[in-house]
Each structure stands twice: as C-alpha cells, then as structure tokens.
C-alpha cells in the first residue's frame, strides 16, 4: 500500500485548499477512503470518509461539516479533500488512508492557516 498526499500549503482564514491522494499496491475502488489530521501536539483525528460503493456516501467530522467535501475518482485510484472557509484550527498535516486502515501512512501534507 502506498499513499502520497499533496495538496497542502499556507492559506489566510477563510480561504480554501484541494488535498490530494494518489493510492496504489491495492484495489483502490473496493476500499472506503478516509482523510485524518493531526495538529501539532494533538492525537490524529478522523476527518472525513467516503465509501467505496457507486453513489458514494460520505460523512464529516462536526468540526468540518459544512466546510469541507470529500470526493474519489477510482479511475485515476485518487481521493480528494475540498477545503473551504479554512479557519486556524485546521491547521495540521494531513492524510488519507482506506478504511480498514491499512498499516502505512503517507507522509501526509502540511495545511497552515495563518494571516
């Protein structure tokens, strides 16, 4: 399994941002796919999830509902994160991962709010 994130970058309140995920070494559009974070000094925390099936269902963390979409294209095996009305406390690196989790995590992408 391999994951690589992209996407990240600094970014004034309020503004917006479109995370990557490039995913390989599996059958990308059998798995649920989910995107974490993790502040600095903080655990990392589920963000959002999309599943696997035609239709996609999606959920979103209540710190993110309203704000970000999560969206997959099984064509090009890649998962995305739209961000938007960014507010400081998103700032983190961030990562996807299927779901069951598999044990390798990307090296993930740094997402900085500041003005």
């Known amino acids: 399994v391999q994951l690589v994130e992209s996407g990240g970058g600094l970014v004034q309140p309020g503004g917006s941002l479109r995370l990557s995920c490039a995913a390989s070494g599996f059958t990308f559009g059998s798995w649920d796919m989910r995107w974490y974070r993790q502040a600095p000094g903080k655990e990392r925390e589920?963000?959002?999830?999309?599943?696997?099936?035609?239709?996609?269902?999606?959920n979103y963390a209540d710190s993110v509902k309203g704000r970000f979409t999560i969206s997959r294209d099984n064509a090009k095996n890649k998962v995305y994160l739209q961000m938007n009305s960014l507010k400081a406390e998103d700032t983190a690196v961030y990562y996807c991962?299927?779901?069951?989790?598999?044990?390798?995590w990307g090296q993930g992408t740094q997402v900085t709010v500041s003005s």
């Open positions: 589920w963000v959002a999830s999309i599943t696997s099936t035609t239709g996609d269902k999606t």
């Open positions: 991962n299927r779901w069951p989790n598999s044990g390798s």
